[in-house]
């Protein structure tokens, strides 16, 4: 991997730069670029979230690899014209900033998209309507679908990243009205309370009337994925992206399913690190710190990201940190072909191994959403940004409505490296109900880390439901034990389900019912166990 030059430049910087829309709407952005020299290949990071994201750019190294750097605001964002959709125009946005970069005097005619969670979907959807010019993209822990994965997992809403995110979008549009002569007291009274106590906001029955964000009533309007979701999808089709595109996520990203799904549709290389959505790099994340070692500087990612935009990228196919060995290692694919995959049967007596159960008895439980299992840790983004990742689930193992399946002490490390889902023969009381899954690491002084988790949402009284648990590295250690939560809700991560048979969207507090629930034994989690 080649080193960065450090010699010290003379920069030409340009503030909000016009460019014009298709449409007609004029975006602004920062142009930076050598003083002398050129023509430049252009790296260009396209956001909706105002001046700050561009101090996380690292323009300077860019620069220095040879590349000018335009960071533009999407439409209806800092200082751009016109008015914020999510999502909607950013392919054809993306397109045109491409052709006018192009046509600059400045640029060789190459251009190259790098971005995370919304701005790395700018650039996928960029690269989606194949502009002339553009030759590779680095996308980083972002959905490859805007109902799957994004607002909705396993046909539950995901109610706590969609008030945060909505929210603070809501009131950046208030904020570019205002700086537009625009009244925005109306808008600022129903949002401020909202954003003032995210917690009670999310206990707004029915759900769809949280006030404030223009788009909620479209988004918990459409559960299925309908029209709605199938035009937005239009946006980001897989199959007209032929530039090369390199991916990067963390195990404990709520978009990591999102990040392997577009490398599965892909290529590209792919790297994952011990990390969340708001700490993408870090050496660790939750209650759990892995050492410099785990942190995007030991494996130089940010020079690797460039050379991979300059077509000069040597680095492996696959690099995962194992958890639990704590280290970075080189795979030759995801996921492994070596791992096998091992299913691990919950016994009604708490039990959890391989040999299959001998008696039919199921375990147990009553689920009351007006008192839902209250959301402790996983692939999060909420406010409360130290409520996030690993965390110790023991407080929540003691509420009768969750069920817990242990195996004996490991006498040697077991590696889970690869996909990860639970498969229940369970039964229902209520006209329908969700069904959760948890898999926890529970340490020889009894600390319950929490690995990774998932929902499903069905309106079957009865039968087989899988809760993808999407995937992890991790190395349960000898003296840890592994063990499984079952239970049928993480709020406010996932709205609440009421059991009645009403979409959730809807229910009011006269409709949450309580939910007799039954897990067979013959339920079991399917674990990639890697030969050690």
Not at 166 to 187: P, R, T
Not at 234 to 259: C, K, N, Q, Y
Not at 303 to 316: H, I, Y
Not at 355 to 380: H, I, M, W
């Amino acid at each position: 991997m080649p080193k960065l030059d450090r010699t010290p430049l003379a920069i030409t910087a340009e503030h909000d730069v016009p460019v014009p829309m298709r449409d007609g709407t004029i975006l602004r952005g920062d142009v930076h670029r050598r003083s002398e020299g050129g023509p430049f290949p252009a790296l260009l990071v396209r956001t909706p979230y105002g001046e700050g994201t561009f101090r996380s750019v690292p323009v300077r190294s860019a620069l220095q690899a040879g590349f000018a750097v335009v960071l533009q605001h999407c439409r209806g964002r800092g200082s751009s014209d016109g008015e914020f959709r999510p999502w909607l125009d950013e392919g054809a946005d993306g397109h045109d900033t491409i052709a006018w970069i192009t046509a600059q005097p400045w640029s060789d005619g190459e251009v190259v998209m790098s971005g995370m969670s919304y701005l790395a979907g700018c650039a996928l959807q960029a690269a989606a309507t194949r502009p002339p010019g553009l030759r590779a993209v680095v996308a980083a822990v972002t959905p490859h679908d805007f109902h799957d994965g994004l607002k909705y997992h396993g046909g539950a809403f995901a109610l706590g990243s969609a008030l945060g995110w909505g929210a603070m979008q809501a009131m950046l549009g208030l904020v570019h009205g205002m700086e537009a002569g625009e009244d925005a007291g109306a808008g600022l009274g129903e949002l401020l309370p909202v954003l003032g106590d995210q917690a009670a906001a999310a206990r707004t029955l029915p759900v769809r009337d949280v006030p404030g964000i223009p788009w909620w009533r479209d988004w918990t309007g459409h559960p299925e994925r309908d029209e709605y979701w199938q035009d937005l999808a239009e946006t980001l089709r897989h199959d007209r992206i032929e530039v090369p595109v390199m991916h990067v996520a963390g195990w404990f990203d709520l978009f990591l399913s999102g990040t392997l799904e577009n490398h599965h549709r892909l290529g590209g290389p792919l790297v994952v690190g011990p990390w969340s959505h708001t700490a993408l790099g870090a050496t660790g994340t939750g209650r759990l710190d892995f050492g410099f070692s785990a942190s995007a500087q030991a494996i130089r990612l940010e020079q690797r990201q460039l050379a991979f935009l300059k077509g000069e990228d040597t680095g492996p196919a696959v690099q995962i940190f194992v958890m639990g060995d704590d280290v970075w290692r080189d795979e030759e694919a995801w996921p492994l072909a070596r791992a096998v995959a091992i299913r691990y049967h919950l016994h009604s007596d708490g039990s959890l191994c391989t040999a299959p159960p001998s008696a039919a008895e199921p375990a147990t439980f009553t689920f009351d959403p007006r008192d839902p299992v209250p959301t402790v840790g996983g692939p999060l983004l909420l406010p409360d940004v130290t409520n996030v990742g690993p965390q110790d689930q023991r407080d929540v193992e003691l509420r009768p409505d969750v069920l817990c399946y242990t195996t004996e002490v490991l006498a040697a490390d077991v590696e889970v490296t690869g996909p990860v889902s639970v498969t229940l023969h369970a039964e229902t009381s209520a006209a329908a109900t969700d069904w959760t899954a948890k898999l926890v690491n529970v340490h020889p002084d009894g600390r319950a880390m929490s690995v990774t988790d998932g929902i499903v949402r069905t309106a079957e009284p009865a039968g087989t439901f899988t809760i993808d648990l999407v995937a992890t590295s991790q190395v349960f250690k000898a003296g840890h034990r592994i063990r499984v939560e079952v239970s049928s809700s993480n709020f406010p991560r996932f709205d609440r389900n009421p059991g009645t048979g009403r979409p959730a969207a809807e229910a009011t507090g006269a409709d949450l019912a309580l939910q007799h629930q039954k897990v067979f034994p013959d339920s079991y989690i399917t674990l990639p166990v890697v030969p050690r």
